[in-house]
Structures are given as C-alpha cells and as structure tokens.
C-alpha cells in the first residue's frame, strides 16, 4: 500500500525558512521520481518542484526558483523540499506526489503559513 507523509509545515515569519519532509512507503522509492504541490485557497493545484529519482535532474516553478530546493534520500526513502524567503504567496497547503504503477499518489498534506 502506497503512502506518502508529510511534515514540517507551520507558521513562519515573512523572509523564514522551513524544510518539508515527505516520508513514502508501499513502493521501490529509489526508482521513482518525486514531486511537490501546492495550493491556497481559491486557487488550483500547483507543480512547485521535480526530482528525479537518482535526484540528479531537478526542474522549480519560476515563483519559487533561487528561493526553494527539493532534495531526496533514497535510503530514508524520503524526499525534502527547503523553502527560504519565505513571502504570503508562499502560504498554502503542500503535498507531495508520486505516479506508481500507473496510479497518481498524493500525501495528506501540510499546511504553511506566513504571517508576522
């Protein structure tokens, strides 16, 4: 059974940073290419950074390019995404993603928040 967990949202201070955890199960993880999405509200689903599965090749939405770094450990089966200056377009609620066996996987999810 595939799973994808997500942690390390919470609220963060215009300018902060925070580093996203997504911990995956049910699949040969190192074979497998990784993604993270966004979305606030009112507005759709977003494709905010791609990783390879070896991690050599990855690709960032423009908005958050030179600010975000996706990353991944293949023997934690766990891929990362860095999120410095951090700014309120930034806030919303971020899932990681996966296509396995011809099947689209989505985590539950982690909210982030920028206030100050």
């Known amino acids: 059974q595939v799973q994808l967990v997500e942690s390390g949202g919470g609220l963060v201070q215009p300018g902060g940073s925070l580093r996203l955890s997504c911990t995956a199960s049910?699949?040969?993880?190192?074979?497998?290419?990784m993604r993270w999405y966004r979305q606030a509200p009112g507005k759709e689903r977003e494709l905010v950074a791609h990783?390879?599965?070896?991690?050599?090749?990855?690709v960032y939405a423009d908005s958050v390019k030179g600010r975000f770094i996706i990353s991944r450990d293949n023997a934690r089966s766990t891929v990362y995404l860095q999120m410095n200056s951090l700014n309120a377009e930034d806030a919303a609620v971020y899932y990681c993603?996966?296509?396995?066996?011809?099947?689209?996987?989505w985590g539950q999810g982690t909210q982030v928040t920028v206030s100050s």
């Open positions: 990783i390879t599965s070896d991690g050599g090749y990855t």
């Open positions: 049910g699949f040969t993880f190192s074979t497998h290419t």
């Open positions: 993603y996966s296509h396995v066996l011809n099947r689209a996987y």
